[in-house]
């Protein structure tokens, strides 16, 4: 009986599991990386689902975890920068007829962040769409370390491992 009881809970967990596994949730659009030249990396924004996926007229696209952003340009009646500081682009979406676009990709949502970096890395992004949202990674702006830096903690961790090592030779002198 109590056998019983106990594998009628687990077949309805694992039952649920794959139900929650196999859904998928509603989606809004991605920011897809375009190109570089220097410092501006492009960008545009593409349906995650069927080409005639809609945005609302107040959704947001975020970008973070970019590095030194110096201005932000953007390609559309469309868009508007709400926000933006050297790490993090904010964006909305507005005037858009009837409330929503429609399209795959959607026609003039194209922008471009300017960065002192020239160096490419992964960004995150968001968008937010009424009840839909999504996430994820693209290429941005990222800054890469100085090599005297890495050389300097290479070095430090070398010093450390042989001062370690010197100090258990003569421990077992003694």
Known sequence: MKLAKNLSIAAAGL???LAAVSAKPAQAASV????QSGGTYNYNVLATGTP???LNKFSSI????LEGVTGVNVNSSFLNVLFFDANNVLLSLK???ANTLTGNPFTGLDF???SSFTTPGPVSFSVLSGPSFNAGNTTGPSDVPEPMTVGGSLLAVGFG???KRR?????QKA
């Open 15 to 17: 039952a649920l599991s």
């Open 32 to 35: 897809n990386f375009l190109s």
């Open 52 to 54: 005639a996926e809609k």
């Open 62 to 65: 975020t970008l973070s975890g």
């Open 95 to 97: 005037n858009a007829t």
């Open 112 to 114: 471009s962040v300017i």
């Open 161 to 163: 491992t042989w001062m």
């Open 167 to 171: 100090k258990a030779e003569s421990a």
